[in-house]
T-cell receptor, first 111, second 111 residues
Framework: EDQVTQSPEALRLQEGESSSLNCSYTVSGLRGLFWYRQDPGKGPEFLFT???AGEEKEKERLKATLTKKESFLHITAPKPEDSATYLCAVLGSSNTGKLIFGQGTTLQVKP | DSGVTQTPKHLITATGQRVTLRCSPR?????VYWYQQSLDQGLQFLIQ???????AKGNILERFSAQQFPDLHSELNLSSLELGDSALYFC??????????FGQGTRLTVV
């Protein structure tokens, strides 16, 4: 069964303190791994898609990487506006768009 | 703004009632997905439609049904509502059955 586990559940950082979020997955035939950002009461906002091990994507202070078993979301010199829940999801080999989501990591960045 | 529109934003209804949630996908996207997000379950896939046809089903209750119309908008019907159905319901659309773009959700409260 496809499964996604994110760690830590919650992370508190000081502004400027870099860190990484982890997403471990088991899936039969990975067709994509996705990172989303979600603010309270809002819909998930698409950040990145990674398709194969070794791939990296960057956007402002965020960088996503992928191995055969996990993905990392690196946050460099975070700012308070980066505070949100970050969700990881995988797309398996079935011919559907069904995403399997992790429980998310809630990031709080203090000024 | 993802381009996916959901209405209404909030809905409060009594147990036993029936409600309809509406979703307009991004222009040109043929796939529409429905997800449920509750505090203890995270984001759970309910159902996918592709160009009017049901493509995949998740753990959707028999009391819930959905359809996609010729203009590609979709409706999620929830009936015989229970307190446990209170949650955020998200619609997402995709151009390629991979990257999914989410709407802002409908917050359903059953009292």
């Amino acid at each position: 069964e496809d499964q996604v586990t994110q760690s830590p559940e919650a992370l508190r950082l000081q502004e400027g303190e870099s860190s990484s979020l982890n997403c471990s997955y088991t899936v039969s035939g990975l067709r994509g791994l996705f990172w989303y950002r979600q603010d309270p009461g809002k819909g998930p906002e698409f950040l990145f898609t990674l398709y194969s091990a070794g791939e990296e994507k960057e956007k402002e202070r965020l960088k996503a990487t992928l191995t055969k078993k996990e993905s990392f979301l690196h946050i460099t010199a975070p700012k308070p506006e980066d505070s949100a829940t970050y969700l990881c999801a995988v797309l398996g080999s079935s011919n559907t768009g069904k995403l399997i989501f992790g429980q998310g990591t809630t990031l709080q960045v203090k000024p | 703004d993802s381009g996916v529109t959901q209405t209404p934003k909030h809905l409060i209804t009594a147990t036993g009632q029936r409600v309809t949630l509406r979703c307009s996908p991004r222009s040109g996207d043929l796939s529409v997905y429905w997800y449920q997000q509750s505090l203890d379950q995270g984001l759970q896939f309910l159902i996918q439609y592709y160009n009017g046809e049901e493509r995949a089903k998740g753990n959707i209750l028999e009391r819930f049904s959905a359809q996609q119309f010729p203009d590609l908008h979709s409706e999620l019907n929830l009936s015989s509502l229970e307190l446990g159905d209170s949650a955020l319901y998200f619609c997402a659309s995709s151009p390629d059955n991979r990257e999914a773009f989410f709407g802002q959700g409908t917050r359903l409260t059953v009292v």
